[in-house]
């Protein structure tokens, strides 16, 4: 978790949970009336302009009293800090209690594998790895099956020649 005490590292999480569903979503002002604005937040500056001051009946502007509590700001919802990896040499300065890694999205399968076997040495969390292990699962169930298969079949038959459809066709002329 973080550097404080896990409790209270707990607790504050929770709290920006809570936090976060009592946030409305904010929206550009005449986003709703116009199909030409977007509702990408955007800051009212005209000198008139309600929501800037604030009328009642208009929808609240971005604030600082909605901000969570400063010790969860840039943590993971798991509690751990975000380190971004794009190989086995980034996993060198990790702190597993503190940090969890994410495997960078243009990373490949290869080096995906490598990465997510280093991390279970050293026992740090992989937060994108469940996809990885999914993936990999089906793969592995594949292979096994195509082995269970090449071993029942211990002396293959001799499949027939395959014949294109120009020769079915003359040989079906030549029966009629």
Do not use: C
């Amino acid at each position: 978790m973080t550097q404080q005490d896990p409790r209270a590292a707990k607790k504050a999480l929770e709290l920006r949970r809570q936090m976060k569903h009592k946030k409305p979503n904010f929206v550009r002002s005449e986003s709703w009336r116009y199909v030409r604005i977007k509702e990408n937040w955007r800051r009212p500056r005209g000198l008139d302009h309600k929501m800037r001051i604030k009328y009642d009946g208009w929808p609240p502007g971005v604030s600082v009293g909605y901000g969570g509590p400063k010790g969860t700001r840039g943590l993971h919802p798991s509690g751990y800090r975000e380190v971004l990896a794009y190989n086995v040499e980034g996993l060198k300065g990790i702190d597993p209690k503190t940090q969890a890694i994410r495997i960078g999205h243009t990373v490949g399968k290869r080096k995906r594998a490598k990465i997510i076997v280093e991390a279970k040495k050293k026992r740090i969390t992989v937060l994108n790895a469940k996809e990885v292990i999914q993936k990999e699962e089906g793969l592995t169930e594949e292979k096994l099956e195509e082995e269970q298969e090449k071993t029942e079949a211990v002396q293959p038959s001799k499949p027939e020649p395959r014949q294109g459809k120009t020769k079915k066709r003359k040989e079906e002329k030549r029966e009629q």
